[in-house]
């Protein structure tokens, strides 16, 4: 059993910065990548950031420059630091992760989700 803990988000004013962050626990063997995605109403779910534990990184072009992801391996913990936020940054933010559970398969996780609400 693996859970993905969330925190941060709110509401802030346009230009104004948040910071999200997730703890991962539970069985975890090895981490493969994780990141955030973010559902605004009636929109379908966006991959804004990753880290892989490659090493690469992959940002959502409009949070590019905007947005910093950072991971803290020791800690199974991924952070998204937002800056200049935008109100169409506006959405509920998802916490994902995929990795193993044990040495053979691995499988995706979700958190919970944080609103993040930028008021023009």
């Known amino acids: 059993q693996v859970q993905l803990v969330e925190s941060g988000g709110g509401l802030v004013q346009a230009g104004g910065s948040l910071s999200l962050s997730c703890a991962a626990s539970?069985?975890?063997?090895?981490?493969?990548?994780m990141g955030w995605y973010r559902q605004a109403p009636g929109k379908q779910r966006e991959l804004v950031a990753q880290k892989t534990s490659g090493g690469s990184t992959d940002y959502l072009d409009s949070v590019k420059g905007r947005f910093t992801i950072s991971r803290d391996t020791a800690a199974n913990t991924v952070y998204l630091q937002m800056n200049s936020l935008k109100p169409e940054d506006t959405a509920v933010y998802y916490c994902?992760?995929?990795?193993?559970?044990?040495?053979?398969?691995?499988?995706?996780?979700w958190g919970q989700g944080t609103q993040v609400t930028v008021s023009s």
């Open positions: 539970g069985s975890i063997f090895r981490i493969i990548a």
């Open positions: 994902n992760a995929r990795l193993y559970s044990d040495p053979f398969s691995w499988d995706e996780y």
